[in-house]
């Protein structure tokens, strides 16, 4: 069954909650949106109306900066009815968040799925739609970051395209981080 990319939808609460209840699993906006299965469940109409609200939010640092992002929104990966991990996009923002610590781009499979080949398949799949979104607010290339120890982003960004650029040793108190750079262009051919 191909992947798609949708809004945070009512109908896939569910197996987002499951996802959640696996293990560890973020949504990848940083600060925004990690909220309790048993918060979501309460009121799962008020976390998608938050979800999908294009407002800017604020991220604070463990150092203590704070950094802002103006435009974003977050994406599910979806095969049909089962919900598979999220995107995050992020346009527009703080250079600390976008050229720094989090990039534009991130990207989550849920905790039963990891090591599994969904990452390379959401990408290989959806990288032609995340470009064309990425164009259409005027990037010619996106940040995507990950921890150096995380290998497994890391072979996910290169397998996007991403050309390491730099790495830090230590990212706003968040630890050591590797920035790297995917030009928009090159993955918006079909």
Known sequence: MALTLVKPAINLIPSYLEALREGNFVTMQPGFGNDAPEDIERDPAAYLAKVNAPAPFTF??????????????????TDGPRFLGTVALRYRGDPEMLDVYAGHIGLAIRPALLNRGYGPRAIGNLRHELAKRAAAHGLDFVYATCNVDNRASARLIEFFGGILEEKTEDTFGHGPNMRYKIMVDQKHEK
Not at 60 to 77: D, P, Q, S, Y
Request: net charge positive.
């Open 60 to 77: 604070k640092f463990k150092n203590g900066r704070e950094a802002r992002v103006t435009e974003h929104e977050l994406l599910w990966i």
